[in-house]
């Protein structure tokens, strides 16, 4: 990577380098186990001018999203995220029968359905045709296509502009971060707002989430770099939340800049806790790739014990996450017998790169290993309670991030 795709300084700073691994979403079937599998470098870097993060564009949208394995819906704490947003976001902004949202990769309609239910006029944007069709059926209108200036334009044209724009997890997803911002602007209203939910720099730095880093995610935001960006398509912050979500996610609350006044005393703050934290200058991230080799070093060291005396490690969940981790750890189903995961598109299937078997989460119980990784640490509460029957012959879990931690599991 030689420039920066937000600002295009040749500016670039290495942050941490994981090597190569295959596409964190193109889980293998069966008959692909003897077919070659490409890998690409994953190798963060910041701008030291406009200090966004990001990793080279080595594969495009179109790639990933067409045909996509993750389903929102299967995580119960996210659909119940997206219902307290809606149920929020209405009473901030006073959204009648009468307004119209749209959400941008709009996945399953695991947030709309809860616009839907309102009575509320709304629109998905998903451009992965699977996960748009369940939207479909389950009564969300949704229109298959990748947002650009363009697709904004035409959809403001046949349903006027949204009064209110979603854009949650997807805007570390583009690498054309100036156009998909235009197309945000072109969809709202000119009094209207945009609603992003983006993972937090300031806590994947502090809490060694380098698991997050995968080629999905193209650029990872702090509140300075998102304020650059948002202004490259004519948007402008206004409010920003700190939320606990994918291990730490600012939302930022955004209006056409023509409107949106001075942002408010919360994006002070969070713009001084940034600064505090040295992530405008280099010093902030000088020592995370010695961090992320501890993480490894310290997983490693367990499986490998465990192996040794004969105790079984098997996996819970198979999220995107989890495969830079299992990737850049060189963890094989000697170590990890296999995963289990809630989505039935992954049963049957194998993680990318290392080839661990994901199978349906009724494994666990009958097979009654002593250790459960859990590789979506992010839902730790939600999890662990779900997993609380692991008690029952002894059984504990495992979260490898911010660091090892086995806990034994309350009955």
């Known amino acids: 990577m030689t420039r920066c795709r937000l600002c295009g300084s040749e500016a670039m700073a290495s942050v941490v380098d994981l090597g190569a691994t295959p596409p964190c979403e193109s889980f293998l079937a069966a008959d692909q186990l003897d077919q070659p599998e490409p890998a690409y470098p994953l ?27 993750y389903f929102s819906s299967y995580s119960t704490s996210w659909v119940e ?31 709309l359905k809860h616009v839907v239910d309102r009575g509320i006029r709304c629109l998905g944007i998903e451009p992965s045709v699977n996960v748009g069709a369940a939207a479909r059926d389950a009564g969300v209108p949704t229109l298959t296509e990748f947002l650009s200036p363009d697709t904004g334009s035409a959809v403001r044209a046949e349903h006027g502009p949204a009064d209110l724009v979603v ?19 072109a969809l709202v209203a000119d009094d209207g707002w945009v609603s992003i939910e983006v993972q937090h720099l300031l806590t994947l730095i502090e809490e060694n989430q380098y698991d997050t880093i995968y080629h999905e995610h193209f650029q990872y935001y702090t509140v300075a770099s998102a304020i650059r960006a948002l202004a490259s398509g004519g948007l402008a912050l206004v409010d920003v939340e700190l939320l606990p979500t994918h291990g730490g996610s600012i939302r930022l609350w955004a209006r056409p800049a023509e409107v949106a006044g001075e942002p408010s005393q919360q994006v002070v703050d969070v713009l001084a806790r940034e600064k505090a934290a040295g992530l405008q200058e280099l010093s902030g991230y000088t020592e995370f790739s010695a961090r992320v080799a501890k993480v490894r070093r310290d997983l490693l060291r367990f499986l490998i014990t465990a192996a040794e005396r004969g105790e079984t490690v098997v996996g ?66 939600e999890l662990t309670e779900q997993l609380s029957f692991v008690h029952e012959w002894g059984g504990r879990l495992v979260f490898p991030i911010p660091e090892l931690s086995i806990v034994e599991v309350a009955s």
Do not use: M
């Open 43 to 69: 190798h963060l870097r910041v701008c030291t001018d406009c200090w966004l993060a990001q990793i080279p564009p080595l594969i495009t949208p179109e790639e990933t999203f067409k045909e996509y394995a």
């Open 81 to 111: 995220h997206a219902r307290t947003f809606v149920d929020d976001a209405a009473a901030r902004l006073d959204l009648g029968t009468d307004a119209f949202v749209v959400e941008v990769a709009s996945n399953d309609g695991y947030l």
């Open 167 to 185: 854009a949650n997890n997807v805007y570390a997803h583009i690498p054309d971060v100036v156009g998909f911002t235009e197309g945000l602007r």
């Open 316 to 381: 819970y969940g198979a999220p995107g996450k989890g495969n830079t981790l299992l990737n850049h750890c060189g963890i094989r189903p000697d170590l990890l017998a296999y995963t289990v995961d809630r989505n039935p598109y992954k049963h049957g299937r194998f993680t990318p790169g290392t080839r661990i078997p994901i199978l349906p989460p009724e494994r666990i119980a009958a097979d009654k290993p002593d250790y459960v990784l859990v590789l979506p640490w992010n839902l730790r509460a």
